[in-house]
Structures are given as C-alpha cells and as structure tokens.
C-alpha cells in the first residue's frame, strides 16, 4: 500500500496533542492511501513526553521519537524526515493551526503526476483566516526574498503544509543544518536547486 507519512514535530504541545492526532488521524484520504505518523518531542517538559509514550503504545501506526535536549523546530522536522518511511511526506504543527482535512487536496497534484513537491498557502484564498497585519506583511516579505533566491514564485514560504515525495527527502534531510525556523528557506531553497523538481 502507498503511504503518507505525516511529521509532527512537538514542543510542551500536551493540551493539543491528542486532538491533532484525532485530526490527522480522521482525515479524508484518496482510497488505499495508508498513513504513518511520526511525532517528534523536541524535550518537552510538560508532560507531552510521557503522554506521547502512552499513546504509542496504543497505536501501532504513530512513530515516536525523542529529543534529549531541545534542538528547535528545523531538528525537530530533520529527525522526522529521517524516520519517515512514506511515499509521500507532509509536515504537520502540533497546534491545531492548520486542518489535515487538506491532505486531500495537497495530495492531489501528487496523484495526478503534476507535482513533487505541494505547498499550502494561508494568503492565496480569500476565504480563511484573517491574520493581523504586521504578521502577513513579515510572511509576505520573507516569501518574497525566499522566491527572489530561489527563482520560485510561491506565495507562502512559511507554510508549516509542505508535501514533498520521499525519494526527494531522503536526497535532503542528512543535509539540512537550520535547526529552528529558518528550516522553512533552507529546505524550500534545497529543492528548488534540485533539477526537474515540479513546485505546485
């Protein structure tokens, strides 16, 4: 069976944390699509960890992986790329922002043969979330440095919704050094250098 493998990188997420893995766990994907979810606890200390080992032992899809000291979201995301075994890999946030109910629209470009690589966008839809100003405005400026390096024109560099085929992340994740948010630009920049990669 083909599989998506959905990383979940988690940091003192224990109010969230089973919610969003109901989430992704109940989301709509194409038929005969598996899922294997991999969470890695970035040293919490709330208590995420040990929750985190309870519901492992209780389902055999989710991968749990730990951190013996914090290393930041960019560690977080390398040490799950790594593990992940899927034909497909997407990045999941642990704080219920965005609805894995998407997977099947990101997936679809994917399905189709259109695509290597899907970004979700926050600002590309007018229906959604409205966001405060200097938020957007900052988003907008980096997306827009990012696209001016990378020769890209996407329209949200940030997005934590980016699937990306496996054969592609095993090519990237031993090298990816950005060890908290700039994960975003080095990995958008790392593929986009990548020959014949197709962006959608």
């Known amino acids: 069976m083909p599989t998506l493998s959905v990383v979940i990188p988690v940091y003192n997420e224990i109010k969230y944390l089973e919610r969003v893995l109901a989430r992704v766990e109940n989301a709509r994907l194409p038929e005969g699509l598996e899922r294997q979810i991999v969470c890695v606890d970035d040293f919490s200390t709330d208590g995420t960890r040990d929750?985190?080992?309870?519901?492992?032992?209780?389902?055999?899809?989710?991968?749990?992986?730990?951190?013996?000291k914090n290393q930041g979201k960019g560690g977080a995301i390398k040490t799950g790329f790594l593990e992940a075994t899927g034909d497909a890999v997407i990045i999941q946030d642990a704080d219920l922002e965005y609805d894995p109910q998407d997977y099947r629209s990101l997936?679809?470009?994917?399905?189709?043969?259109?695509?290597?690589?899907?970004?979700?966008?926050?600002?590309?839809?007018?229906?959604g979330p409205v966001h405060h100003y200097w938020h957007r405005w900052g988003n907008q400026l980096i997306t827009?440095?990012?696209?001016?390096?990378?020769?890209r024109t996407l329209t949200?560099?940030?997005?934590?919704?980016?699937?990306?085929?496996r054969e592609l992340v095993?090519?990237?994740?031993?090298?990816?050094?950005?060890?908290?948010?700039?994960?975003?630009i080095e990995l958008t920049h790392m593929l986009a250098r990548m020959p014949g990669v197709r962006f959608y």
Not at 170 to 184: C, D, N, S, V, W
């Open 51 to 68: 929750l985190l080992g309870e519901l492992a032992a209780k389902k055999p899809h989710l991968r749990v992986l730990y951190h013996e």
């Open 107 to 127: 997936l679809q470009p994917l399905v189709e043969g259109e695509a290597d690589v899907v970004y979700g966008s926050r600002f590309s839809h007018v229906d």
């Open 144 to 151: 827009r440095f990012s696209n001016w390096r990378s020769g």
């Open 156 to 165: 949200d560099v940030e997005t934590c919704y980016k699937l990306i085929r």
């Open 170 to 184: 095993q090519q990237i994740a031993p090298k990816l050094r950005e060890l908290r948010f700039g994960i975003e």
